[in-house]
Structure formats: structure tokens, C-alpha cells
């Protein structure tokens, strides 16, 4: 499946759109468009990376983006085996709030929906009970029609202009500086990181598919992402560490090479970077979530 920019203008037939997803995996590319979009997964895992942000996402998961901001989800690799029996259920809602003119948004009333569209050109992942009454708006929306999903979209941004329950995902600086030929070499960079992490990845090899030396291909890299490629890869890397410490059948020292790291003080180097804690402490923290769950 070939990136797309898509145009919302062509494909939205009403103002809101809503797709419900059953799949047995996510194959939609790297790509951003020109409306905003909320994405509720509510069963599937991977990872998720908006503008120069990149998370674990799993079952529950929730998230508005602005328009123009370039994202992706992209599944585990066992969701792509042949013999997977592994699902995705969520519910993509596409909108264009045209009816928000500038003369309603400048009223003096309206200064917490200001920000919160401000903050939505970084994309929001909504948290806690805020959450919860989103979700609830959102399976009434998926039942409405007309001027009713227009109230529905209303009754979501008015809960959260009001909330606090909400963190912003893509850092503040950042800027989509991506065009068309840019999205596809990206996403063909993306899939190969995901798909072989847990491999020694030559930067040679990542260089040729964007058609690029290493030492261009590395100064793209930064410029378009905001990080460095090894970052990048170790923030993969990481991110699957998080998943298999859930295991407590795996040692950390077996957990350090299936993710792809060639020695220890290596992994738990960059996983103190990444997470502020060793393994072994993130480790226990778990044991004490499930504990008190």
C-alpha cells in the first residue's frame, strides 16, 4: 500500500466521518491529511509514533490530532504471521469543524477550546476518567446522524478544553516539514526499523532504501524527525523491552539481546535514557501495578 497526503476535502462526504476497524492487522502508511482525527484502538498493540513522538500503544488507547500532523500505528510482528489470530477493533473519526469560525473562537468565553486546538497540532493522548467520558460520547456518536454528530464532536471538545487529563504527544517545536516524496523514503525507514530491530541494522542498508549515503541519510533523518537514526532504532528497541519485561519467564539479560542490543551496560544504558529507570527497577514497578490492580 502505497503513502498517501490524503485530502479529507475529497473523501469526507459530511463534515465528520466515522470508520469502524476490524482488522487483523493496521496497514494504513506514515501519512498525515488536512483534518482532524480521533482514534480510539480498542483492541490492538504496537507502536504508535505522532510527528517526532513514539509510544507503546495497547487496548485503550486514545488519540486527537490536528490536522497536517504526520503519524502512523503500526502493530507487534506477530499481528502479521499468517497464522496470527490477533485482531484490531477501533474507531477512526475524521472532522472538520468548519462551523468553529474565527469570530466564535476569539470570543472571550472560548479561551480553553483555544488551547486545546492549539495543543492538538501536537496530537493529545487523552487520559483517566476524561477518557472514559470521551469513549462514552464517541459509541453515542457512532449511533448519531447529522446535526447530532456535530453535538457529539462539540460535547468532546467542550469536555476537553475543561480537562487537564490529556498530554501532548509531538514536542513543541515541531513542525511537519514532510512532502510527498519524504513521506513514502520515511515510512519505508519506519517499516524496516519495525520489522528488523531486533537484528543489527547497518546504516548502510536503511541509507540505500532512502536512496541516500549514510551521511545524508543521517542529516535527513534528524532534520525530518527531530532525532537521530540510532535514537530512533534504540527507541524501538526500548519500547518491545517495556512489553517482554511484563514476562517474567524471560531474564533482563535474555530481554537485552531479543530486542536487539549486542551487550548489557548498552541496554541498560539506553533504557535508563529512555525511561528514567533501569530495568530491573521498571520491572518491579510493574509487580506492584498488578499487585494494587
Known sequence: MQPLLIDKNSVLKDSIDIKK?????????????????????IKSNGR???????????????????????????????????DSNLKVEAIVVYFRPDWLTDDLLNS???????????????????LGLTKKKVIRNIIKLTNSQGLKRIIRI????????????????????????????????IDKVY?????????????????????????????????????????????IRIGYACKLLCDENLSVSEICYECGFNNFTNFNRNFKAFTKTSPTEFRASLKILHKHA
Open 154 to 185: 462539540l460535547n468532546i471538545l467542550e469536555l476537553l478544553s475543561r480537562s487537564k487529563e490529556y498530554e501532548c504527544l509531538a514536542s513543541s517545536g515541531y513542525v511537519n516539514s514532510y512532502n510527498q516524496k519524504d513521506v513514502e523514503r
Open 48 to 82: 504508535r509514533i505522532v510527528g517526532d513522538n513514539m509510544e507503546n500503544f495497547t487496548d485503550g488507547d486514545l488519540v486527537l490530532m490536528g490536522p497536517d500532523l504526520p503519524h502512523v500505528w503500526y502493530n507487534e510482528r506477530e499481528y502479521y504471521s499468517k
Open 21 to 41: 476497524m476490524d482488522l487483523p492487522y493496521l496497514d494504513t502508511p506514515f501519512h498525515f491529511h488536512n483534518a482532524y482525527e480521533m482514534v480510539w484502538i
Open 108 to 126: 472571550s468565553g472560548l479561551s480553553g477550546l483555544r488551547v486545546l486546538l492549539e495543543n492538538m497540532k501536537r496530537g493529545i493522548k487523552i
Open 191 to 235: 517499516q524496516y526499523v519495525i520489522n528488523n530491530y531486533a537484528k543489527k541494522i547497518k546504516l548502510e542498508d536503511v541509507a540505500s532504501i532512502a536512496n541516500m549515503t549514510p551521511t545524508s541519510f543521517c542529516k535527513y533523518f534528524r532534520n525530518r524527525t527531530q532525532k537521530t537514526f540510532i535514537n530512533f532504532v534504540n527507541e
